[in-house]
T-cell receptor
């Protein structure tokens, strides 16, 4: 595909359920980011991959959040035992460049809107 | 870490008028400052960016200025049109941050016909 693809676009979960959100970055993009965007707020950083390596996970709000990118392409963000405060749009973004002292354009997906009841 | 503040949170202008959105950042090492436009329910899309080695960049009706000494940068939209209505986010990052963008809180721009 031409852009970053995320699925599902919408997810409703009951409190305590586990959810998995998928991101297909642009082919060949080295860097992949997950952001959390609460209603009316700017995106907040969650975690960053360069290829399959998770270089920064300092933004993950708790140990219920886990992300992986095992083959350096598709990434999955997993949230265990969901809580109401997890309700947000989860944005995935990819970039062609990696950690090289050069910052390149981030291409965002449409996001996965998670609602926890 | 980096902290980015953005003002105003909402901005209403008449079609044809100019709009200015301002951001400040805290990390003097930041060297890349993009602006994203996000329409309701859509993905953020890059509209313009500036690097720390220049003070101003222009692309048709939009321009961005950067003051490294004061650590602030601004987005200027001239001759606003209804289709400019959206939420605009500024962001900052640096080599040290590994391309991780820190975003401002966003500005909802409404252009009234």
């Amino acid at each position: 595909g031409a852009g970053v693809s995320q699925s599902p676009r919408y997810k409703v979960a009951k409190r305590g359920q586990d959810v998995a959100l998928r991101c297909d970055p642009i082919s060949g993009h080295v860097s992949l980011f997950w952001y959390q965007q609460a209603l009316g707020q700017g995106p907040e950083f969650l975690t960053y991959f360069q290829n399959e390596a998770q270089l920064d996970k300092s933004g993950l709000p708790s140990d219920r959040f886990f992300a992986e990118r095992p083959e350096g392409s598709v990434s999955t963000l997993k949230i265990q035992r969901t809580q109401q405060e997890d309700s947000a749009v989860y944005l995935c973004a990819s970039s062609l460049v990696g950690l090289a002292g050069y910052t390149g354009e981030l291409f965002f997906g449409e996001g996965s809107r998670l609602t926890v009841l | 870490g980096e902290n980015v503040e953005q003002h105003p949170s909402t901005l209403s202008v008449q079609e044809g008028d100019s709009a200015v959105i301002k951001c400040t950042y805290s990390d003097s090492a930041s060297n890349y400052f993009p602006w994203y436009k996000q329409e309701l329910g859509k993905r953020p899309q890059l509209i313009i960016d500036i690097r720390s080695n220049v003070g101003e960049k222009k692309d048709q009706r939009i321009a961005v200025t950067l003051n490294k000494t004061a650590k602030h940068f601004s987005l200027h939209i001239t001759e606003t049109q209804p289709e400019d209505s959206a939420v605009y986010f500024c962001a900052a990052t640096s080599y040290n941050a590994g391309n991780m963008l820190t975003f401002g809180g966003g500005t909802r721009l409404m252009v009234k016909p």
